[in-house]
T-cell receptor, first 115, second 112 residues
């Protein structure tokens, strides 16, 4: 069975600084997707970034980038130039390649951003 | 609508009461998922629909949980004879083809 592990329950960063959130996963599949979702107090899960396992290039979305290490089964999220609005719970998620497959989530990392 | 809409946003139920939670997915999204998120945890899968067909219900915790999507659009998650352990946030998500899932704001269910 696939599992997703986030070993950092809480992280903090100062505004304008960079922070990295860790995620590891376990799977025997070769083709899959990995996601980072942000969940603010409003509860809505917001997609931050997506990585297809067959792509070697790390995904980037503005201030958000990932370090995808397929052999190590590691998928970390780097947030550059942190902003107060980045404060939220961040969840790493795994999905097999088929669209009908469910997301498997980690337990989340609470990110605090200090001015 | 522009996003996934869930109602109600909050529901308080007395133990033993039946509840119905509604999800209105993004127009044109074939796939619809329900997740349950306990306090301080990540969401856990409950069930999946492709159009009106329920293709996976392996995550439903008991036969008190029932979901339907009769016309392949709006979905309802029903919980019969609610118990305290059912208290959680229930999230609905929809997706199109191989795209990422888009989530609603969830329904917070509190069973007292």
């Amino acid at each position: 069975a696939q599992t997703v592990t986030q070993s950092q329950p809480e992280m903090s960063v100062q505004e304008a600084e960079t922070v990295t959130l860790s995620c590891t996963y376990d799977t025997s599949e070769s083709d899959y997707y990995l996601f980072w979702y942000k969940q603010p107090p409003s509860r809505q899960m917001i997609l931050v970034i997506r990585q297809e396992a067959y792509k070697q290039q790390n995904a980037t979305e503005n201030r958000f980038s990932v370090n995808f290490q397929k052999a190590a089964k590691s998928f970390s999220l780097k947030i550059s130039d942190s902003q107060l609005g980045d404060a939220a719970m961040y969840f790493c998620a795994y999905r097999r390649s088929r669209v009908e497959d469910k997301l498997i989530f980690g337990t989340g990392t609470r990110l605090q951003v200090f001015p | 609508g522009a996003g996934v809409s869930q109602s109600p946003r909050y529901k308080v139920a007395k133990r033993g009461q039946d509840v119905a939670l509604r999800c209105d997915p993004i127009s044109g999204h074939v796939s619809l998922f329900w997740y349950q998120q306990a306090l301080g945890q990540g969401p856990e899968f409950l069930t999946y629909f492709q159009n009106e067909a329920q293709l996976d219900k392996s995550g439903l915790p008991s036969d008190r949980f029932f979901a339907e999507r009769p016309e392949g659009s709006v979905s309802t998650l029903k919980i019969q004879r609610t118990q305290q352990e059912d208290s959680a946030v229930y999230l609905c998500a929809s997706s199109y083809r191989s795209g990422a899932a888009f989530f609603g704001q969830g329904t917070r269910l509190t069973v007292v």
